[in-house]
């Protein structure tokens, strides 16, 4: 498992929403970001559509989200969702599920092409039907086209207060000037942003009820039962019974989780598929992913709360072994890995597990042989051979250099936008000598972690010693010629 810093600028743009600027401001703080998703209803409507912990934490500056990459589980995700794309007539969409390190229950759309579901959300679902409820639910939002729709609805919602709020200062100028009471006009000014405000989480909501009828329709399309859903939304319910009573249902981005069971028991009676289970091997693999989330995201003392040594099964092993080696003795851990290994010899996760656990304890030698076999079980998996070429490099062997250049610019043409992986293409190029594709290789790495100056002078650097016209010296003048983001201009206080 790879935990990786939101170093790319896009992204993390992308997850930082999208604000309106003006008269507008106002209204635009109540939908911070035009995400679409399965959040808990909350009292306070300033809360992001959807998108509530890690936005939150990025507006207040303490954190960026954190994502998670991992081959073992978006193997999972991508096949648990592959037969609801197709259902949803989204399959040449190319979508991807982008796991955030975020212990809240959520999962959210942003565009068209990415599902983001957070950690929390992974390891509270029970069965792999829950989880896949909650994802049909957002593909429902892309096939649907809301995010399109919201930000219609939002440039609507903003002309109408702008225009609300014109009027509205014409009544307190004149107010003004023939003596009369001040506090009505003053109130008469937030009237036309608040019902703009309203209007478009009304607009909201509806759209999150008819995300639930479309997850109903995939999973019933592949003959997956509804129930999950409910399940998700009890659980829901129960996080919000201490707001429930003293809460407005209309500043709510997102229906009451007890209106959300009523609509979708209706549907849930109907459906033919409502006893559906998920397979045993299904189960397996989700209960193998939950173990793992555990053993990263955790700390010895839960994991062994949650996995206690009395529980002999293979995914308690596994969480406890990865515990083991994120927290204790690296040897321990190796043995434990090593069993895990002995029951199911194929499996190609304890390898990597075992090449990470070595990597990481300045024992690359000894990973390069896990991650290997790694490699060869899981058929290649761009992410794994990635790992595969950072030992080869730490190895500080010569006559590895060549491998690990090849394992990275595979890594690298099949995941672009990973900073980390380019950085250890440029470390093995410069152990090589190879100077020119060390500084390219650094200034990619630079431009993804939104460093544009370095990026320039490296890729410039680069430039002057490839053959003019060569793919390296194109490649080094497009980075020359990135401009950087223009600076942010303060907006009118609100």
Not at 63 to 89: C, F, H, Q, S
Not at 149 to 162: C, D, F, K, N, V
Not at 201 to 218: F, G, I
Not at 453 to 463: F, I, N, P, Q, V
Request: hydrophobic fraction near 40%.
């Amino acid at each position: 498992m790879l935990l990786t810093r939101l170093d790319n600028p896009p992204l993390r743009r992308s997850l930082a929403g999208y604000g309106l600027a003006g008269t507008g401001r106002r209204l635009a703080r109540a939908v911070v970001c035009l995400a679409l998703g399965l959040s808990v209803a909350t009292p306070s409507a300033l809360v992001p559509l959807g998108f509530p912990a890690v936005a939150q934490a990025q507006d207040s500056g303490r954190r960026n989200p954190t994502v998670i990459r991992d081959t073992e589980i978006e193997n999972l995700l991508r096949d648990y969702m592959r037969p609801i794309w197709k259902a949803a007539g989204l399959t040449q969409q190319n979508l991807r599920v982008v796991i955030i390190s975020d212990p809240s229950f959520n999962a959210f759309v942003m565009d068209g092409k990415r599902i983001f579901v957070n950690t929390g959300a992974l390891a509270t679902s029970e069965t792999p039907n829950e989880i896949i409820g909650v994802l049909a639910h957002e593909t429902g939002h892309i096939a649907g086209g809301h995010l399109a729709r919201m930000r219609q609805e939002l440039e609507s919602a903003q002309t109408m207060a702008i225009i609300g709020t014109l009027l509205a200062a014409g009544g307190v100028a004149a107010g003004a000037a023939s003596g009369s009471n001040m506090g009505g006009a003053a109130a008469a000014l937030a009237g036309p942003g608040e019902i703009a405000r309203r209007s478009v989480l009304a607009y909201a909501r509806a759209q999150e009820q008819a995300a639930d009828r479309s997850a109903v329709t995939y999973l019933d399309a592949t003959k997956q039962s509804p129930v999950g859903m409910v399940k998700t939304f009890e659980r829901m319910q129960n996080d919000q019974m201490f707001i429930s009573q003293r809460v407005d249902p209309y500043v709510l981005s997102h229906p009451m989780a007890r209106e959300r069971i009523a609509a979708l028991e209706d549907l849930v009676a109907k459906s033919p598929y409502r006893d559906a289970k998920d397979t045993p091997q299904l189960q397996a693999r989700h209960d193998m992913m939950r173990a793992k989330l555990v053993g990263f995201s955790q700390p010895p003392d839960a994991v062994a709360r949650r996995y206690p040594p009395s529980n002999t099964s293979l995914p308690a092993r596994y969480a406890r072994a990865i515990s083991a080696y994120r927290y204790g003795s690296v040897p321990d851990a190796i043995r434990q890995i090593d069993a895990l290994i002995a029951e199911q010899p194929n499996n190609p996760y304890f390898y990597e597990l075992k090449g990470q656990a070595l990597l990481e304890a300045s024992r690359a030698r000894e990973a390069i042989p896990p991650l290997r076999k790694a490699v060869q079980l899981s058929g290649g998996a761009p992410l794994i051979r990635t790992l595969l070429g950072q030992a080869l490099v730490a190895a500080n062997d010569k006559s590895s250099l060549d491998d690990a250049v090849r394992e990275l610019t595979f890594g690298v043409q099949r995941e672009p936008d990973s900073p980390t992986a380019w950085r250890f293409l440029a470390q093995a190029y410069g152990q090589k000598g190879d100077l020119p594709n060390a500084d390219l290789a650094s200034a990619q790495s630079a431009i993804l972690s939104g460093d544009v100056r370095l990026a320039r002078e490296l890729a410039a650097r680069a430039r002057q010693t490839f053959p003019y016209g060569s793919p390296g010296w194109l490649k080094a003048d497009d980075i020359v010629n990135v401009k950087p983001p223009p600076k942010k201009r303060p907006g009118p206080t609100p």
